[in-house]
């Protein structure tokens, strides 16, 4: 692989300073939200995870350097393959457990 190829894979110091930055804003607002209390209580947690899935999309992008281009989409798809089986593992052990809870005799 070449140095240029190399550097372009792994982003530069510009879209790390992005991603920090748009870190630090994406967290800043959650805290400012249940700091102040300027908003009633399903307004902020609607808030903190509209913010907080923004934010995975930010730490995948300017971090993991997660994209649909050439080179990144095979990184992509096993990133995505892998959330979708942790989805259905938790959320199919989840459903085992509370439909063998309501069928415990009581």
Known sequence: MSQA????????VK????????????TA?????VMGGAFTPQA???????????QIVVHLKYFLHLDFSK?????TMSFLFTGMVIVLLV????WIIYTADALMMR
């Not at 959320?91 to 989840?94: D, E, Q, V, W, Y």
């Open 5 to 12: 190829h190399e550097h372009a894979a792994h982003g530069s």
């Open 15 to 26: 879209s790390y300073l992005i991603g920090f930055l748009l870190s630090v804003v994406l």
């Open 91 to 94: 959320g199919l052990s989840i």
């Open 44 to 54: 902020t947690a609607i808030g903190i995870f509209a913010l907080a899935v923004v």
């Open 29 to 33: 607002i959650p805290f400012w939200m």
């Open 71 to 75: 080179e990144g989409k095979l990184n």
